[in-house]
């Protein structure tokens, strides 16, 4: 399993995106989703989402439909 970054997204939207991608059985990861809590900027700090290489374009797919 090598993991490949789908995106970097607002806490929110990575969350939401995570569980959208796991109703596809996508399994999916945020990384540095706590970064800096200690010093205020724990909301302005993207969150990467990470897949599955063999999952990144049944994922892209699902990204690029939720855009449009």
């Known amino acids: ?36 809590i200690a010093d205020g900027s724990f909301f302005l700090i993207p969150v990467r989402v990470m897949v599955d290489a063999d999952d990144f374009a049944a994922a892209r797919a699902i990204v690029d439909e939720a855009a449009r």
């Open 1 to 36: 399993m090598a993991l490949v970054e789908l995106g970097r997204f607002d806490r929110n939207e990575a969350h939401i995106l995570i569980g959208r991608l796991e109703s596809e059985d996508i399994p999916a990861i945020a990384f540095d989703g706590n970064a800096s």
